[in-house]
């Protein structure tokens, strides 16, 4: 139950999102790649304010991080937070966002994928069905 309400609070916040960056990219000055770092920005001050809290209540967890875990992590940032970003704000600024963010949020049938040939995880039926479900929704789209 617990990963269903986070997961739930993710999507709301991944959801409303886009509607507030769509706002900032109504003015015809406002540049994508101006957007991220502005981003980018709202995204270090969070960090650091976790940062904190991680130091006071939760320090071990900092210190016992796996170098390798970190630069995966770092990577993953790096990938979505900015270049995935750029993109995304390229589309969001020329398009609807009720059109974008739905193809730019397919990025779980590339996670199904290099799941299968990278993690080994296994391939099911409901699987199966969330990804012809997103393959329609991608042609409904278009």
Do not use: C, H
Not at 8 to 25: D, R, V
Not at 37 to 46: D, E, N
Not at 86 to 96: E, P, T, V
Not at 100 to 111: H, K, M
């Amino acid at each position: 139950m617990k990963q269903l309400i986070f997961a739930l609070l993710a999507s709301f916040l991944w959801g409303i999102t886009p509607i507030i960056e769509k706002l900032g990219f109504l003015s015809k000055d406002a540049n994508p790649y101006v957007g991220v770092v502005f981003r980018t920005i709202g995204t270090t001050i969070m960090a650091f304010l976790l940062f904190l809290f991680l130091l006071k209540f939760a320090p071990a967890s900092l210190k016992n991080i796996p170098m390798k875990s970190m630069t995966f992590l770092m990577a993953g940032g790096a990938l979505a937070s900015v270049i995935g970003q750029i993109f995304f704000y390229i589309a969001l600024k020329s398009g609807d966002a009720s059109f974008v963010t739905p193809i730019a949020g397919s990025f779980p049938l590339v996670t199904f994928i290099f799941g299968i040939f990278l993690l080994n995880e296994t391939v099911t039926v409901p699987k199966i069905i969330g990804v012809v479900f997103i393959i329609t929704g991608i042609i409904l789209l278009k």
